[in-house]
């Protein structure tokens, strides 16, 4: 039976030696591409390169794979362009921050093209369909699925008990900081990168981490008593990587009540949720949550349970499984 032919490209976020679900896979040729790390203007000139080669091997491919909307914008606007008709999908299609003027018609011109637009919540369709003009029928749903995180522990480097919140996009962290200004009992660890910082006062009771290695990141998750997620808003699609990473790791989470997040946490089910903006309900479920080792215990099984279930790799490799299937005839 002759081999499916597949073109993955990823950002430049990912590692080099990043193979997507293949060992999933049998009787498939993966053709794997990366843009390169850059500084901020060579960056697009790296991914439109690594973009172009993937879509040179994709003239002799049957599906073509692009992660994350940037990188499906200049594979979709090259195959235009070469009248290559390779279907293409696209997963992780994600925005922090909406596009805005000229990128906006760019990205709303290319975005049409592709085949199939793959989201991690139900509340992106309805958004990028109306923001970018796509055809709902153009997208799926998936649950951002994972393995059980692997990582180097370093262990538990602070002398205390202490919480965490961990991450950079469309985070709300000057209400993070005004709750726990509040809060000067209760050490907290923040992950964060430089720009989330600017114009915010941090309080004595916070140690702020900037740009440190993954496995650090996934150490302070683990040795926390929880995790505090604060998003800008309650419409905000962004933080599925980090709760899933939470959820496997067994730390409870509390969460700004967003649509984006609702296929994953249910109040007092797989986490606690707080109002958007408000210093109030977010510092009233941190010491709640801090001062209940019951309810720690149990929003972390449940949210163990969730992941294990619903948040497993095989997301993917069902769902691409059938997108095979739906161009050549190999797969069930």
Same mark, same amino acid.
């Given at each position: 039976?002759?081999?499916v032919?597949?073109?993955?490209?990823?950002?430049?976020?990912?590692? @080099?030696?990043?193979?997507?679900?293949?060992?999933?896979?049998?009787?498939?040729?993966?053709?794997?591409?990366?843009?390169?790390?850059?500084?901020?203007?060579?960056?697009?000139?790296?991914?439109?390169f690594?973009?172009?080669?993937?879509?040179?091997?994709?003239?002799?491919?049957?599906?073509?794979?692009?992660?994350?909307?940037y990188?499906?914008?200049?594979?979709?606007?090259?195959?235009?362009?070469?009248?290559?008709?390779?279907?293409h999908?696209?997963?992780? +299609?994600?925005?922090?921050?909406?596009?805005?003027?000229?990128?906006?018609?760019?990205?709303?011109?290319?975005? !049409?093209?592709?085949?199939?637009?793959?989201?991690?919540?139900?509340?992106?369709?309805?958004?990028?369909?109306?923001? +970018?003009?796509?055809?709902?029928?153009?997208f799926?749903?998936?649950?951002?699925?994972?393995?059980?995180?692997?990582?180097?522990?370093?262990?538990?480097?602070?002398?205390?008990?202490?919480?965490? @919140?961990?991450?950079?996009?469309?985070?709300?962290?000057?209400?993070?900081?005004?709750?726990?200004?509040?809060?000067?009992?209760?050490? @907290?660890?923040?992950?964060?990168?430089?720009?989330?910082?600017?114009?915010?006062?941090?309080?004595?009771?916070?140690?702020v981490?900037t740009?440190?290695?993954?496995?650090?990141?996934?150490?302070?998750?683990?040795?926390?008593?929880?995790?505090?997620?604060?998003?800008?808003?309650?419409?905000?699609?962004?933080?599925?990587?980090?709760?899933?990473?939470?959820?496997?790791?067994?730390?409870?989470?509390?969460?700004?009540?967003?649509?984006?997040?609702?296929?994953?946490?249910?109040?007092?089910?797989?986490?606690?949720?707080?109002?958007?903006?408000?210093?109030?309900?977010?510092?009233? !479920?941190?010491?709640?949550?801090?001062?209940?080792?019951?309810?720690?215990?149990?929003?972390?099984?449940?949210?163990?349970?969730?992941?294990?279930?619903?948040?497993?790799?095989?997301?993917?490799?069902?769902?691409?499984?059938?997108t095979?299937?739906?161009?050549?005839?190999?797969?069930?």
């Open positions: 039976m002759k081999a032919k597949v073109v993955v490209i990823s950002s430049e976020h990912t590692n @080099a030696t990043w193979r997507w679900i293949d060992k999933h896979f049998e009787n498939v040729d993966w053709f794997f591409y990366r843009a390169h790390p850059g500084n901020k203007f060579l960056l697009p000139f790296q991914r439109l690594a973009s172009f080669q993937a879509v040179m091997q994709a003239r002799r491919s049957d599906i073509i794979v692009s992660h994350g909307p990188m499906a914008f200049y594979c979709a606007v090259l195959l235009w362009c070469f009248r290559i008709r390779t279907p999908i696209v997963y992780a +299609f994600n925005f922090a921050e909406l596009p805005v003027g000229f990128a906006l018609k760019r990205m709303q011109f290319a975005f !049409k093209k592709i085949n199939k637009l793959v989201v991690s919540s139900t509340m992106e369709i309805g958004l990028y369909s109306d923001y +970018f003009k796509i055809p709902y029928e153009q799926d749903f998936v649950r951002w699925g994972v393995k059980d995180p692997r990582f180097e522990d370093s262990g538990n480097t602070f002398t205390k008990n202490y919480i965490c @919140a961990v991450g950079g996009n469309a985070r709300d962290y000057r209400t993070f900081m005004f709750a726990m200004k509040e809060l000067p009992e209760i050490p @907290a660890v923040v992950v964060v990168r430089p720009h989330n910082l600017i114009g915010l006062e941090i309080p004595q009771n916070v140690t981490l740009n440190i290695p993954k496995d650090e990141a996934y150490s302070v998750i683990a040795h926390s008593q929880f995790m505090v997620l604060p998003l800008k808003s309650n419409e905000i699609p962004c933080g599925h990587v980090t709760i899933v990473v939470a959820f496997y790791l067994g730390v409870p989470i509390i969460v700004t009540d967003s649509s984006g997040i609702s296929d994953y946490v249910k109040d007092h089910e797989s986490g606690l949720l707080c109002l958007p903006g408000s210093k109030e309900s977010m510092k009233e !479920k941190i010491l709640a949550l801090w001062n209940d080792p019951v309810l720690r215990n149990k929003l972390a099984q449940s949210g163990k349970a969730f992941a294990a279930l619903e948040c497993s790799e095989e997301n993917y490799v069902k769902h691409f499984k059938a095979i299937a739906s161009v050549v005839e190999v797969y069930e």
